[in-house]
């Protein structure tokens, strides 16, 4: 692996963990203004997470193009490139703690009915067995109504 690409992956890394820390910020901001007793978010901070995601947006072409290239590489090369490791392993766990507070945030409005109907997440996703549940039912439901076919036949 070149010194030049190694450079050019670990600056890019660096700048997406500063944004992956405003991202932090700006939900741990909007997670305090949920606690408020008025439960409102700030403009301010709807705002920011617009100009946010416009800018996460852009990072997904060169995150597609550095795990291509970081994926193409030999065990021993990946294993020169230390700091690569380093920074994909703490911008992972940065993400991970984003969207578990995010998670919580989305609780948060859900709870306090400031979500409109149309960004509802759908009702089944808190249910994680709904579809074996699903299928529980009309397999029971089947028998019995196979039953109900089947019994008057036999008299």
């Not at 944004?19 to 606690?35: D, G, I, K, N, Y």
């Not at 859900?110 to 149309?118: A, I, M, Q, S, W």
């Not at 439901?141 to 019994?151: F, H, I, T, Y």
Request: glycine residues 4%; hydrophobic residues 40%.
């Amino acid at each position: 692996m070149t010194t030049h690409l190694t450079d050019e992956i670990v600056r890019d890394l660096r700048d997406h963990q500063t944004l992956c820390h405003e991202v932090l910020a700006l939900t741990e901001r909007e997670c305090q203004s949920l606690r408020c007793p008025d439960g409102s978010i700030a403009f301010d901070v709807l705002q920011a997470k617009r100009g946010l995601l416009l800018r996460l947006n852009e990072w997904v072409p060169k995150v597609r193009r550095h795990r291509l290239l970081w994926q193409g590489l030999t065990p021993a090369e990946r294993a020169e490139a230390s700091e690569v490791t380093a920074l994909l392993r703490q911008n992972q766990e940065l993400i991970m703690r984003i969207i578990v507070l995010d998670r919580e945030n989305e609780q948060a409005l859900l709870r306090k009915g400031l979500v409109p109907p149309r960004h509802l997440p759908p009702v089944n996703r808190q249910r994680p067995h709904f579809v074996a549940d699903l299928y529980r039912q009309q397999s029971l439901g089947g028998q019995s109504q196979l039953q109900a076919v089947v019994a008057p036949a036999d008299h």
